[in-house]
Nanobody
Framework: VRLVESGGGLVQPGDSLTLSCSAS????????MTWVRQAPGKGLERVAA????????KYADSVKGRFTISRNNANNTVLLQMNNLRPEDTAMYYCLQGSWYTDGPRGQGTQVTVSS
């Protein structure tokens, strides 16, 4: 399993970013995928999850209405569109192979910093 995240950066409050996760080494269409994040000094927090078909989606309350998860099973990618970013969204973001309720391998992460 190989998961490679990209798209993070330093942005100002209210800005947008799109994170991308490129997956390889497994049959992507068979697996739900989840974006998780970890802020400094805090535990891992689930942000958004999408079923293998893309039909079922779940978001953390803290990001509902601002973040959108999607996947492209043709090119093995998962996206996280993040709008109206807040300082509390600052964290390392990881792509995880698994559902909202299960654990699994994750990538090396991409840093998102929201600061004025």
């Amino acid at each position: 399993v190989r998961l490679v995240e990209s798209g993070g950066g330093l942005v100002q409050p209210g800005d947008s970013l799109t994170l991308s996760c490129s997956a390889s080494g497994f049959t992507f269409i068979n697996y739900p995928m989840t974006w998780v994040r970890q802020a400094p000094g805090k535990g891992l927090e689930r942000v958004a999850a999408i079923s293998n078909t893309g039909i079922s989606i779940k978001y953390a309350d803290s990001v509902k209405g601002r973040f959108t998860i999607s996947r492209n099973n043709a090119n093995n990618t998962v996206l996280l569109q993040m709008n109206n970013l807040r300082p509390e969204d600052t964290a390392m973001y990881y792509c995880l192979q698994g559902s909202w309720y299960t654990d699994g391998p994750r990538g090396q992460g991409t840093q998102v910093t929201v600061s004025s």
